[in-house]
Every structure is written in structure tokens, then in C-alpha cells.
DNA sequence: AAGTGGTCTAGACCACTTA
DNA sequence: AAGTGGTCTAGACCACTTA
């Protein structure tokens, strides 16, 4: 009655199957941000087992950052607009405003259209489905920081496509809409182009670093999204430790 | 008799304590890699606990990495120069054959010197320490892939000093001999100066992806690692999710 | 005062792996 | 056959937090 496991995951140990229905209602939104999940209690009683396995189970789920753990008044959703490390990870304002610096951006383009046969393969799409195409720039005490290109799967987050942009740039939106399971990086330098050297101000040639990251959730993309900054002067820093579960992920 | 602590950490749950013993006898190198750790059964009796007291405890460092369980013959420290994820990450030799190319090195410079003002500042060093600079080039099918310029802290490697790195590269000599304990990185694109041209036969002005990382063991920095590569053809990629514990960090 | 999570116990049975 | 880790139980006491 509580488990929906179409797939014969027999081998699963009982904390797993908890664990995997309780990542699924997170992952698929059926338990929004905020949401309150039962108390170990009741969990307890759902799926007839000891305190101790379902407490296992949420504990891991808090130190993988998808609930968070309150007394009394019970677990939650881990509401995804606090800050958290990831968050400030994914925010260019965070970013800009650690500099000391005034932020503001702006949405350059806009489109709604089917994908490219590139972008069905690298993005897992069926041409059937649509995509929102972004294009928006970072601004750090009103020169232009950032570039960011994007791409977002509207099967996955239809209400993208009324959604303007005006408050909350297109990262920090999505991460307030849409939780994710898993997320890709590629970094590289290039010379700047002729468009990039407009949209950034530098010079044609110079050189820019590049952020491509691909988010799922599930097993469905997100979005897809590259981000330019002026190599010169940016850089990416990160810090981890290596026996801790969860911290500022590696960048 | 089982603790050591000086410092009074009254406030830290039992598992807590006892997680806290066993990292710091691996991260100091009391137990090396490969070192047998006391069974869950011989840990139970030595903190006077239950065995689900330090059966968390191990698990816990196993999922981060510290340590590799076996059934039968026991845990162990884990074997830093496994195939471990994280040694993937750092290895450029892995980097170079995932491309399917033949992977060389060579030492180009290394010198053993006193720090720098800024080094001292950067390292959190004495002016009595010595550093070893090494500069490394690094060739993927004959060409050259990668310049790393390394500074190695003597006072904590001390065997660095009489090491040759014929056989293996810095940075994996490294993993197999030092543990470490966090690591920070900073990412940049950079146009490339008159002598990293030359090593890298790339134009002068051509964007490079820079990659600084520093780490630790316990409060002292262990080395620290600058790797120029030439951006174009370049790129680091890296995968994590934000529901596992330990996974690709980040880059 | 009462509900919740944090932690711990003292057992148990089993699977896996090597001797 | 025997040692080890993997998992789970059915309790317990407490700290914290809000009602």
C-alpha cells in the first residue's frame, strides 16, 4: 500500500525501498518544498518497521540535503529559496554580491520553439517536445559579468512558459520549481566570438571561460545551460572535503 | 584508554567521538592505507558500546571514502591508490587515456627552496619550512597536454624530498602518500604568457583553462597545484548528484 | 505538557567470503 | 566452518521545541 514499485527491485534492503519512495515523491514534486513528511512515527507504521529504519532512512535523506529536520513540529521538504549551499553555488547574485559588487540582469531573447535533431540527441528529447531558449545577462556593478544561454525542457517545467523572468533570474526560478537528481559540468576556455565580445564587452580573441551544465530530474533534462564569463577576471572557486556528505559540491 | 581527545568536545554524541578517532588516526597516517581496522565486534568493546554504535560510524566513513568494507576479512583504510573516484578525478594519466591517446610526463624543473612572503601568506607556512617546486609537463599521443607547476609542503611530506617521480606523476605520488582532508579549487580562462606558449605550443595570447587547487591534511596545506591547459581543445567535465553521499566532488 | 527527532542498547538472523 | 559486515527489531531515555 505504500510502495508503488512497478520495477522488481527485489535485492533492495527495506531502508533502500524507503528511502528510493520517499526521494520519488521529493524528486517528482508530489511532495513540494516545504512540504511536511510524516513523522518517523507514522512512517513507522506505513511501512510496518522499527524507528530505527525509517530514521536511518530520513537522516540520509537531511544529510543529502532533500529534507530538512525540525523537533516537534516534524520534517519538511527542504524548501529549495533558503540558502543553501547548492543554491548559492547555482545564483550568479550570490556570486556578484561576494565580490561587494551591485547586481542587476536583464533577459536579452526569448523563444518557445521544437528542438534541433543536436539537442534531441544531447538533451534525450522526442521532437515532439518544446523548448524555452533564454538568453540573459549578468550585470556586477553595471558592467556585464556573465552571459548565460538556455535552454529548458517545458515537458518538465511547463509553467516556464508563462513565467517572465522579471523577479528571479532563469537559475534560481528553476531551482524553486523544479528539484534535481542529478546535475553535469564541462568547463573550457575560449576566445571570446563576435557576439560574446558584444554581449561582455571584451575585446574579440580574449579569452572566456565556459560553463556548460546539463540538469535532470529523474531521468529527464532540465535544462541545459552555458554560462561565459570574462576569463580575466572571473574565476570559480570551490571547496570540499572529502569525508563529509554533503557540502558546497564541488562548483 | 580508548580516546585521545585533549580538547574538552563535551558536546559530541558518542558515534561522534569515536568517528572523530578513527579519521584522525587515518588522516594523520597512524593507519595507513590498507591498515586492517578493528572489527565492528573489537570497536564495540573498546568504546564499551553496542555494535550499531560504531556499525554507523563505519559506515559512515566508508560512504565518504575513508575506508573500504569487507566481510570475512575486515575493514580496511582505503587504498589510495585504487581506482577510487577521486583519484580519476586527479589523475591526469586517467584525463589523457579516456581520450584514447598514449600518455607521457617528464619533470621539466624541481627545486627545493624556502617560501616566498606570499607563499608563507598563501600556505599558512613559516619562514622555516621548504617547499619543493616541481614543474611537470604532461603529453597526450605526444603532444603536450598539460603544464603543472607544484609546490609540496616538505614539512609534512617529508619523503617528496628524496622521491625521483619518474614512475609516477606528482599528484597521484601524492594520493598514494598523503592523505588529505579538504581541497579548494579556482577555475579560470587566462590568454597564455611567452613560457606557457612554449610549454604547451599554443600561440602567445591563446585562452587557456587554468586550475588551481590547494589541499590539506588536517590545518596544513600539503601542496599546491597550478595546471595550465590549452583551452580549445580542452575541457573538465564532472558529474555529481546531490542525493549520494560521495560521488565525482564537483571537479 | 506533548510531540518530535537524536541517540543508544542488546540482542537477532542472515549473506557473504575466505580459511 | 567461522569471522565479518548488513540489516533489522523493540524498546528506552533524553533534548529540543512549540502549543
New interface residues.
Given amino acids: 500500500m505504500a510502495t508503488m514499485n512497478i520495477r522488481p527491485e527485489v535485492s533492495l534492503s527495506l531502508h533502500q525501498r524507503i528511502l528510493k519512495d520517499i526521494?520519488d515523491n521529493i524528486l517528482t514534486g508530489r511532495w513540494p518544498p516545504g512540504y511536511k513528511i510524516p513523522s518517523e512515527q507514522a512512517l513507522t507504521e506505513q511501512y510496518a518497521c522499527s524507528r530505527?529504519t525509517v530514521n536511518k532512512v530520513v537522516t540520509q535523506?537531511a544529510?543529502?540535503?532533500?529534507v530538512l529536520r525540525r523537533r516537534k513540529t516534524g520534517s519538511i521538504v527542504m524548501p529549495q529559496n533558503s540558502q543553501s549551499a547548492?543554491l548559492e553555488i547555482y545564483d550568479i547574485r550570490h556570486e556578484v554580491e561576494a565580490l561587494g559588487l551591485d547586481y542587476h540582469f536583464d533577459i536579452q531573447d526569448r523563444t518557445v520553439r521544437s528542438p534541433t535533431k543536436a539537442e534531441q540527441d544531447a538533451l534525450s528529447l522526442s521532437s515532439r517536445r518544446r523548448l524555452l531558449q533564454l538568453s540573459c545577462l549578468h550585470y556586477a556593478g553595471g558592467e556585464p559579468f556573465c552571459l548565460e544561454e538556455r535552454l529548458i525542457n517545458l515537458s518538465v517545467v511547463p509553467q516556464a512558459e508563462s513565467e517572465s523572468f522579471r523577479e528571479l533570474a532563469p537559475g534560481p526560478w528553476l531551482l524553486q520549481h523544479v528539484p534535481?537528481?542529478?546535475?553535469?559540468?564541462?568547463?573550457?576556455?575560449?576566445?571570446a566570438d563576435d557576439a560574446t565580445s558584444k554581449y561582455l564587452s571584451v575585446p574579440k580573441?580574449?579569452?572566456?571561460?565556459?560553463v556548460e551544465r546539463q540538469t535532470w530530474r529523474l531521468d529527464e533534462t532540465v535544462t541545459r545551460v552555458r554560462l561565459t564569463?570574462p576569463?580575466?577576471q572571473?574565476?570559480?572557486?570551490?571547496?570540499?572535503?572529502?569525508?563529509?556528505?554533503?557540502n558546497?559540491?564541488?562548483?
Same sequence: chains 1, 2.
Fill in positions: 526521494e530505527m535523506l544529510r543529502a540535503g532533500l547548492i534535481w537528481n542529478a546535475a553535469e559540468h564541462r568547463i573550457a576556455a575560449e576566445a580573441g580574449a579569452p572566456v571561460l565556459l564569463y576569463g580575466a572571473h574565476a570559480l572557486t570551490a571547496r570540499f572535503t572529502p569525508t563529509q556528505s554533503l558546497p559540491l564541488g562548483m
